[in-house]
């Protein structure tokens, strides 16, 4: 009997421990488990290790904002930084070729000479309708002001002005000799200063202009072939031997003074390094 009360005890001890163990445990215990379909012996998937965000590649202001990026200047490392320019590509895709390709996928090619600087550049600047940002980018810096390093964006009609020259004297290979392409306006004042042929407004100071030559085309060739394509400015310059073509009102001119102590020291230069070319060449 003793033992039976002792039992009995012992029973009622236990039973109040447990129902005090459970009321301490958290509710979502309580809560039935969400079976999957997953096999009693399939081993769970190796998770892979969370990577850490990737950093920014630009710098940001405190707001989260991307810092604006100054300006790139056109250098000799980086004459293509005007390529980056907004408005200067959206500039660029707005401008309408002289003529439109027959072809989408036609390649439009330069070679060019700088007389000045020395420099040649060979370079696919068009494809169909379509001028090339980076390309022409690479044009302006070489048709830059040689004496100031200035850099001007180029109406890119006029190398299209350019091409229909060789294409019209059947020569779309050959290398055209540049004498002048930009001018700042500084430039232009010291070249009317010596010189009669320069105008004070002149289509070199927009960038619509250049003054070339092409070996193994004459003059008067060159200055025929710009007139019959009706695409802008013709100006001949027989006694300094080149030709302005220009993007601007359709005109013609010729300069050929009958002196020649005016002559510009620009043009000076010019002939004397053709001179030189010509004895070097034996031509």
Known sequence: MRHRTLLAL???????????????EPEAASKPA????????????????????????SPATPAGE???QPPQTPTADNPAAQASDPDFRAALSSALPVVTAAYATEPYRLRLHNLHTLEDIDIVYR??????PEAVARLNYFLRDHNTQDVISYDPREFDLLHDILRRLGRPGATIDIVCGYRTQE?????????????EHSQHILGHAIDIRIPGSTTPRIRNAA??????????????????????AIRTWTYSPRRHR??????????????????????
């Open 227 to 248: 007139l019959s394509l009706n695409e802008g400015g013709v100006g001949y310059y027989p006694t300094s031997h080149f030709v302005h073509v220009d993007v601007g």
């Open 187 to 199: 430039t232009n004042e010291i070249l009317r200063a010596s010189s009669n042929g320069v105008a």
């Open 34 to 57: 969400i079976l999957t379909n997953t096999p009693a012996d399939a081993t769970p998937e190796p998770t892979a290790p969370a990577q850490p965000p990737a950093a920014s590649t």
């Open 262 to 283: 005016r002559r510009s020291a620009h043009h000076r230069q010019i002939a004397a390094r053709s001179h030189h070319s010509t004895r070097t060449n034996g031509m």
């Open 10 to 24: 012992a029973a009622l001890t236990l039973s109040s421990f447990a129902a005090n163990v459970r009321a301490q």
């Open 66 to 68: 991307p810092a604006i």
């Open 127 to 132: 494809i169909g309708d379509n001028y090339q």
